[in-house]
């Protein structure tokens, strides 16, 4: 008989069993032999003190299949942008130039730095405009990322390409040996979703998907199918989960070992084996993979655990598909072992809190509110440590993304979180009704009229209302929407 489970084998995405005719559906899949892109590092110039680096919004095409050309935009060329670079401590300023025909905003995803340079929804670049951030970067080495935050359209402005990374180095990470040449053995890996029409354009609409939209080709660096050719023992590969939607658990084909050696915002103080890793949007981990002279390996993404929601093949829980191919040559240069010891955490205690709060997540709502760009939701005063009770109340994923801080995670449910969550993050999977206790604390930029952002970052809930805005103070804390916590002092 003919079985419908060939739906969820090798290369399967639920996507496939829609039979729309305006969706392009790849034939058979990607055979992996295309090198992979490794975006470029962005020049930069040393002006007065301060790196400046330009990055230019623009349309492009781009070819994605073989004869279908697709319009994308990209920072500097035509899809995604080039690869920042720069060391704690120094001053950096970024030249923005929006070539594009409407209003779009560049955020530092991941970075500490002033409101007002944060390139959230309040710093809006029109058609034709520009603006000039500049900040000083004051915090671990890491993989963070940036990409357009324009309020209500960032799911669409991402989809169409519009993100790069950001590499910070420090003094600790440059001294512990680890794969460290760009594109070489250190290596960006960008790994998107996407549904193409059958007219070869993006598909923007979710068609009703819950969570948005779940593409049916998994791009690497903007290539479909790509093979990266190993030379070395080791190879450290940064992956940003850059798709708007998807949820996906990383592993090897022949399920080997790995190390987790960095999460969102920087290394874990010792590399962890495991042999997978789940990313939900906007999360990243830089895994140092160990290859075999001649062989290969496939990264793929086996169905994650999405935790107790109702459906899960409708939000990718039963997908599983090839990522990447890594090639090893027939010949390895040697790589350093792993350091046993990476970064120094300084681990909060729940007693450290002097505030704490709590953030009920609901359908596209924070504690019973939408975001309104007029309201300031929470108050958060400079140098204070916060304990925060984070909650999915949904029966679908969202996500928990704060911008400016990096926090840890104190326990989930009442236990101590596995491994992937014991080091800085900026992002969080929200597993269904389950309490995440989160702790974090606010330095050094104080700011009365520029808030920040907290949101999902499954970017159709964003873009519909999931986020709420915060300011750094003077001030004693506050909130002012409706619910718990004990922290809820004076309203505005
Ligand atoms: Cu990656 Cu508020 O964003
Ligand atoms: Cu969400």
């Given amino acids: ?139 671990p080495a890491a993989t963070l990322w940036y990409h357009p935050h324009p309020h209500g359209e960032t799911e669409e402005h991402v989809i169409r390409g519009l993100a790069g990374m950001f590499i910070l180095d420090d003094e600790r990470s440059g001294a512990l040996g680890l794969p460290s040449q760009y594109g070489v053995d250190d290596v960006p890996v960008i790994v998107q979703d996407k549904r193409l029409r059958s007219d070869g354009e993006f598909a923007l609409d979710s068609e009703g998907n819950e969570i948005g939209l779940l593409g049916n080709m998994v791009l690497v660096n903007g290539a479909w199918g790509a093979m990266l050719d190993v030379t070395t023992e080791l190879v450290r590969l940064r992956i940003l989960n850059g798709s708007s939607a998807r949820t996906y658990d990383f592993a090897r084909d022949d399920r080997r070992d790995f190390a987790l050696v960095a999460t969102d915002g920087g290394l874990l103080e010792r590399p962890v084996t495991t042999d997978h890793v789940r990313l939900s949007p906007g999360e990243r981990a830089e895994i140092v993979v160990a290859m075999q002279p001649g062989t290969e390996t496939m990264l793929r993404s086996l169905p994650p655990d999405l935790g107790d929601v109702a459906e899960p093949f409708a939000f990718g829980g039963n997908s599983e598909f090839d990522v990447m191919l890594l090639r090893a040559a027939d010949v390895l240069e040697p790589s350093a072992p792993l350091a046993e010891q990476f970064a120094e955490i300084e681990r909060f205690a729940e007693s450290d809190a002097d505030n704490t709060r709590t953030f009920e997540v609901q359908n596209r709502e924070i504690n019973g509110q939408r975001m309104d760009m007029d309201r300031i939701d929470e108050v958060m005063q400079v140098g204070s440590t916060e304990l925060w009770n984070v909650t ?101």
């Fill in 1 to 139: 008989m003919l079985v419908v489970a060939t739906t969820f084998t090798a290369c399967a995405f639920e996507s496939d069993l829609r039979s729309d005719s305006t969706v392009f559906a790849p034939k058979s899949p990607p055979s992996f032999d295309m090198a992979l892109p490794i975006p470029p590092l962005a020049d930069s110039e040393v002006i007065d003190g301060v790196r400046v680096f330009s990055l230019t919004a623009e349309e492009g095409m781009s070819e994605f299949v073989d004869g279908v050309m697709t319009t994308t935009w990209g920072f500097n060329g035509d899809y995604l942008g080039p690869t920042l670079r720069a060391q704690r401590g120094e001053d950096v300023a970024v030249e923005v130039s929006n070539h594009l025909a409407e209003t779009t905003t560049v955020h530092w995803h991941g970075m500490h730095l002033p409101a007002a340079m944060d390139g959230g929804p309040h710093q809006p670049i029109e058609a034709g405009g520009n603006w000039r951030p500049q900040w000083r970067i004051d915090q």
């Fill in 392 to 492: 999915n109340r949904d029966l679908f994923p969202h996500n928990w993304h704060v911008h400016d801080v990096q926090f840890q995670v104190l326990d989930i449910d009442g236990k101590a979180p596995p491994e992937e969550l014991r080091g800085w993050k900026d992002t969080i999977y929200l597993e269904p009704r389950r309490r995440y206790r989160i702790m974090m604390r606010f330095e050094d930029y104080v700011d009365d009229e520029n808030p920040y952002m907290i949101h999902c970052h499954l970017l159709l809930h964003e873009d519909e209302g999931l986020m709420s805005q915060f300011v750094v103070s003077d001030d004693r804390p506050s909130r002012n929407s409706g619910m718990g916590g004990s922290g809820d002092g004076h309203g505005h």
